[in-house]
């Protein structure tokens, strides 16, 4: 077993989930994989919701426009939070992984 404070390395989630897959290189890369295809999910609701945003400004019922003016925004402001947890998750990780790199 790793001794993790050899390595200095914090035993956040995302860090423990990189060391696990360190041994077997095919799931390092699905990691990585998996992130880059969520964060690209993400974005594409982000760009929906903006369309559909655009969209209800064409509605004439009131009703309407409000219940999917509110509906989008809430789809943007979802989309934009998972997105940017997504990327601070894999900037931390490939941070970590680099300056683990340079000290060995």
Do not use: E
Not at 19 to 48: E, R, V
């Amino acid at each position: 077993m790793t001794d993790y404070k050899k390595l200095n390395i914090d035993l956040d989630y995302t860090f423990t989930t990189v060391i696990k897959f360190k041994g077997n290189t095919n799931m390092k890369y699905y990691w990585w994989i998996l992130q880059t295809a969520l964060t690209l999910i993400s974005i594409f609701f982000i760009l929906f919701g903006i369309n559909l945003l655009m969209g209800s400004y064409t509605l004439k019922d009131p009703f309407n426009f409000i219940m999917t003016f509110f509906a989008a925004s809430l789809m943007i402001l979802i989309s934009l939070t998972l997105a940017a947890g997504f990327i601070i998750k894999m900037v931390r990780v490939y941070k970590n992984l680099n300056s683990n790199q340079h000290t060995q």
